[in-house]
T-cell receptor, first 116, second 113 residues
Framework: AQSVTQPDIHITVSEGASLELRCNYS??????LFWYVQSPGQGLQLLLK??????LVQGIKGFEAEFKRSQSSFNLRKPSVHWSDAAEYFC??????????????FGTGTQLKVEL | DAGITQSPRHKVTETGTPVTLRCHQT?????MYWYRQDPGHGLRLIHY???????DKGEVSDGYSVSRSKTEDFLLTLESATSSQTSVYFC????????????FGPGTRLTVT
């Protein structure tokens, strides 16, 4: 069964500083990997995804993530954080379901606080 | 944003009462999902649908049932609500091809007293 670990529950960074959120996954085959962001009281918004090809993927809002198969990691990065990036971030791994579709297994999330 | 609405957005109910949550999409996507979100657990899949009248269980399906009579609507029913079902419930949709990325609705906050 697949699993996702986000080792950092809370992270605080200063506005303008760089950011890296860690994600480690466990999955037997080539994984579908996703990062989502959730603002308070809102649903989840897809930031970026990886399935194959270039291991460095670009997403929305200036985020990128790098897939490292040898480390089973898919860390999210941003070179310069803005106050509006304060939110909770979820990493997820997907597995194809019987009948199609894609079951997402989520990590427990990392809460990002941005200091002005 | 994907056209997904959930109703109601907030609900307080008593233990033992039936509750139905509705998810409605305007994207004509084939796959629909129900998740619950609880602190320390992330999101967990309750049930999903791969077409009209085609549904299957997820990892936390006990105490829940679903129905999908139309492409656009996916209903989640708690037959007899319990306090352990107090949670935030999210509906998601995905297309029938590609990487199946999922798009989420705004959520329903359910409190069972």
């Amino acid at each position: 069964a697949q699993s996702v670990t986000q080792p950092d529950i809370h992270i605080t960074v200063s506005e303008g500083a760089s950011l890296e959120l860690r994600c480690n996954y466990s999955y037997g085959a080539t994984p579908y990997l996703f990062w989502y962001v959730q603002s308070p009281g809102q649903g989840l918004q897809l930031l970026l995804k990886y399935f194959s090809g270039d291991t460095l993927v670009q997403g929305i809002k200036g985020f990128e993530a790098e897939f490292k198969r040898s480390q089973s990691s898919f860390n999210l990065r941003k070179p310069s954080v803005h106050w509006s990036d304060a939110a909770e971030y979820f990493c997820a791994v997907g597995a194809i379901l019987t009948g199609g579709g894609n079951k997402l297994t989520f990590g427990t999330g990392t809460q990002l606080k941005v200091e002005l | 944003d994907a056209g997904i609405t959930q109703s109601p957005r907030h609900k307080v109910t008593e233990t033992g009462t039936p509750v139905t949550l509705r998810c409605h999409q305007t994207e004509n996507h084939r796959y629909m999902y129900w998740y619950r979100q609880d602190p320390g657990h992330g999101l967990r899949l309750i049930h999903y649908s791969y077409g009209v009248k085609d549904t299957d269980k997820g990892e936390v399906s006990d105490g829940y049932s679903v129905s999908r009579s139309k492409t656009e609507d996916f209903l989640l029913t708690l037959e007899s609500a319990t306090s352990s079902q107090t949670s935030v419930y999210f509906c998601a949709i995905s297309e029938a091809s590609g990487t199946y990325e999922q798009y989420f609705g705004p959520g329903t906050r359910l409190t069972v007293t």
